[in-house]
């Protein structure tokens, strides 16, 4: 089993920043591929950004590429979402996900299959 728990989210004006954070807790973080997707009222849930277990690939959905930025601290088991120029279209619920290590980083939601309850983040204009 594996547990996580978003925060840092809030309320922001548009081309401000916040920077989520995700603790895990349970079994080997350090070996596991952490997600962070989101979704938006009225719509599916999407990927957003992933990082291998070794930190070293980061892939990122076009919407938030230069503007965010996925990282991780093994030795906290956390790994962190920095958001900077944020846009009304970033509004949503943001959830921290994590999946085995195969050596592909997945975009895809059913890859994941421990995920959080979620964090709210608004972004008003």
């Known amino acids: 089993q594996v547990q996580l728990v978003e925060s840092g989210g809030g309320l922001v004006q548009a081309g401000g920043s916040l920077r989520l954070s995700c603790a895990a807790s349970g079994r080997a973080f350090s070996s596991r591929t952490m997600g962070w997707f989101r979704q938006a009222p009225g719509k599916e849930r999407e990927f957003v950004a992933a990082?291998?277990?070794?930190?070293?690939?980061?892939p990122y959905a076009d919407s938030v590429k230069g503007r965010f930025t996925i990282s991780r601290d093994n030795a906290k088991n956390t790994v962190y979402l920095q958001m900077n120029s944020l846009k009304p279209e970033d509004t949503a619920v943001y959830y921290c996900?994590?999946?085995?290590?195969?050596?592909?980083?997945?975009?895809?939601?059913?890859?994941?299959?421990?995920w959080g309850q979620g964090t709210q983040v608004t972004v008003s204009s």
């Open positions: 996900a994590t999946a085995e290590a195969t050596g592909l980083v997945s975009d895809r939601s059913g890859r994941y299959d421990y």
């Open positions: 990082i291998s277990s070794n930190g070293l690939r980061t």
